[in-house]
């Protein structure tokens, strides 16, 4: 059970397959549109339950509740050699050095 004002993530389909625009590629005419919004939930509610939450922008959104107080999964990616090589000639060219 999650509690009023806690952070949450819910989730909708905002458009079906069918519903979606003539123009779109044909791979992306197959799947829903779907929305990932975080928030503070506006009742006590579970995992699974049509819910209302209020955004950081004060936005009221409906959605099924997925989970409670999401984190950031994403990264700046897998570590590149060459840029850090590019690093060093950028501040020789610039700064005449490695500082």
Do not use: C, Y
């Not at 060459?82 to 950028?90: R, S």
């Amino acid at each position: 059970m999650f509690k009023k004002g806690e952070w949450v993530q819910v989730h909708s389909v905002v458009l079906t397959p069918e519903q979606r625009a003539p123009q779109v590629p044909d791979d992306t005419k197959k799947v829903p549109l779907e929305m990932w919004v975080k928030g503070f939930l506006l009742e006590d509610a579970s995992k699974g339950d049509l819910v209302k939450v209020e955004t950081v922008t004060n936005r009221i959104v409906e959605g099924t509740l997925v989970e409670a107080r999401p984190t950031f999964t994403h990264s700046f990616g897998d570590f590149v050699p060459e840029i850090l090589e590019i690093d060093k000639m950028l501040r020789s060219e610039l700064f005449g050095g490695n500082e």
